[in-house]
């Protein structure tokens, strides 16, 4: 058996397919591209390994899965392949052989790292540019003053209660971009998850104000 590791990516074509269409566009993909995958008995989809299941409605340049082969195939030429038979949204950026015997990849993974954008659409109407500076300039201030406590406390849904946590410890780190957007890097797999709907749940409730916001993961951190 020949194990595959690929990165792939979901745009805003596609960012709001969830994971269990995402398995059926994938085996219709290899199906016609006629790949060698192993699919699963019992539905007959390809068996894919997912390194952190993307959240619906978020954008992704870094997504890893990984799967089978019952026969080696050209990397470059599956990856070709492949591209050639997705839908629009979807593109598959690399592939790579690892050893059968390495532990599944969602047992690997321990961070992610995400791209979050305040959508000022709204606030925007209507403004001068002089406004719509001093707009993002406030923002920005309030998310540096956000993000530079010493703790930072939200509430999180437990399982059948919800607790207020300290999540700063699972942000490990984050900048400003220069078009005022973040990035972050969050813990994520089997030990310990944040996600970047709690960082911002969190982030509306210190400016006592929802904000819109957009999210691009770029990349799964795996050991």
């Given at each position: 058996m020949n194990k595959l590791r690929l990165v792939y990516g979901k745009s805003r074509d596609a960012m709001y397919?969830?994971?269990?269409?995402?398995i059926?566009?994938?085996?219709?993909?290899?199906?016609?591209?006629?790949l060698p995958v192993v699919k699963s008995n019992s539905t007959n989809m390809v068996d894919m390994m997912f390194a952190h299941p993307l959240t619906d409605g978020y954008e992704s340049t870094g997504e890893i899965f990984?799967?089978?082969?019952?026969?080696?195939?050209?990397?470059?030429?599956l990856v070709r392949e492949l591209n050639r038979n997705l839908p629009a949204g979807f593109i598959v950026m690399s592939a790579e052989y690892v050893s059968p015997?390495?532990?599944?990849i969602n047992l690997r993974?321990?961070?992610?790292?995400?791209v979050i954008s305040l959508d000022y659409t709204e606030k925007f109407k209507d403004k001068s540019l002089r406004e719509k500076d001093e707009i993002r300039a406030y923002y920005k201030k309030k998310m540096e003053m956000y993000l530079s406590q010493s703790q930072i406390l939200v509430?999180?849904?437990?399982?059948?209660?919800?607790?207020?946590?300290?999540?700063k410890p699972q942000i490990e780190r984050y900048s400003f971009n220069i078009d005022?957007?973040?990035?972050v890097i969050l813990s994520a797999g089997p030990r310990s998850n944040i996600s970047p709907a709690i960082l911002m749940d969190g982030y509306a409730e210190y400016i006592n104000e929802v904000v819109p916001y957009d999210v691009k993961r770029t990349k799964i951190l795996y050991n």
């Open positions: 397919i969830s994971q269990e269409d995402t059926k566009i994938f085996t219709e993909a290899f199906t016609n591209a006629g990984e799967i089978a082969l019952t026969e080696e195939v050209d990397t470059r030429y015997n390495e532990e599944s993974v321990y961070a992610a790292e995400y509430v999180k849904k437990s399982y059948d209660r919800m607790e207020r946590l300290d999540i005022d957007s973040v990035d």
